[in-house]
């Protein structure tokens, strides 16, 4: 069944007393820039409006966990990732109301979402006929947040399109059209009420995508994080020993046409799936993470898709 609006379902865009309640108190809200998806809702393709019903489910992630979620356009970046704190719509796009103006010039934190296929002429392609919703100006937007955000050192985390455009921002390229093979990535043909596949990843321990998974035990999702995983999320491998070092198994909800095809110099491959299809990255000189899945997705327990997000705001918060 296709993802209701986030402004219309309870649990993709809870109420204020909810949002304030998951929050620490007494303590600033970090604030979290997202580009906004620009393609609209009524396209045919029904991806587009999956997409768009995600990233409404994002913005109400992070302020749960107690971000301040700041919806960023092109015009909001001539203020230097300024943006306007929850100024936008249910779909993705921007509303017209005011914007915030007295909002900081900078961010403590960006979320690259989910979205259309990223123009292979970015990574020295020509296109191929598999691709969708190929938008010159969300790459262009996209880009231009991410690079500020790692001129600034500022935490980034990819999610989907957002994995896929880091490594191209760093300079790797993607599969165009992934050929179906042993394990599934996506709905094979799509089905508007089985938005995801489901598979298990194999996660790095001492990696950033291990941390944000130890901190949520996955029983129905069927990957749960186990002690010694969860020791080993908060350490470099070389600092932990014997059993403390095993892998995490985590079942994720995929959906996806595209991956990580030549992975960019300046990142490592943290995630796989059983058929080596690349499924998470970072960068191991600062915080910058990304995966090829959707946390978001709301088939997750409501503790399975809060954790990534507040061990991602957390970090956030670190000075």
Not at 100 to 126: K, T
Not at 202 to 214: D, H, L, Q
Request: proline share 9%; net charge negative; glycine share 10%.
């Amino acid at each position: 069944m296709q993802t209701p609006d986030a402004a219309q379902n309870p649990d993709a865009a809870p109420d204020a007393d909810a949002a304030q309640s998951a929050a620490p108190r007494d303590e600033r809200r970090p604030r979290i820039g997202i580009p906004v998806r620009l393609s609209s809702s009524a396209d045919p393709d029904p991806r587009v409006a999956k997409a768009n019903n995600l990233f409404g489910c994002i913005v109400s992630l992070i302020r749960d966990v107690g971000g301040e979620p700041v919806l960023l356009t092109a015009e909001s970046l001539e203020g230097g990732l300024s943006g306007a704190p929850n100024s936008g719509t249910a779909d993705g796009g921007t509303s017209d109301g005011d914007k915030a103006p007295n909002a900081p010039e900078a961010l403590d934190g960006v979320v690259l979402p989910g979205g259309g296929d990223v123009d292979p002429r970015l990574y020295g392609e020509e296109p191929g006929p598999a691709l969708y919703d190929v938008n010159a100006e969300q790459d262009r937007l996209d880009i231009a947040v991410a690079r500020r955000a790692l001129d600034a050192g500022t935490p980034v985390l990819g999610i989907c399109r957002g994995h896929q455009l880091l490594n191209v921002l760093y300079g790797g390229t993607l599969v165009q059209d992934m050929t179906p093979g042993t394990v599934p990535h996506r709905q094979i043909p799509a089905a508007a009420n089985r938005p995801w596949v489901w598979h298990e990843v194999t996660i790095t321990p001492g990696s950033k995508v291990a941390k944000m998974y130890a901190a949520a035990e996955n029983p129905e999702a069927g990957g749960t994080a186990s002690a010694d995983a969860g020791a080993a999320a908060g350490d470099t491998a070389g600092e932990t020993d014997g059993d403390a070092v095993r892998a995490m198994e985590v079942k994720i909800a995929s959906g996806h046409h595209q991956a990580v095809d030549r992975v960019a110099p300046g990142l490592l491959v943290t995630a796989v799936a059983d058929d080596g299809t690349v499924e998470a990255l970072e960068d191991p000189e600062r915080w910058v993470a990304s995966v090829q899945w959707h946390p978001e997705a709301l088939e997750l327990t409501e503790e399975q898709r809060l954790a990534p997000f507040r061990v991602f705001v957390e970090a956030c918060r670190t000075p």
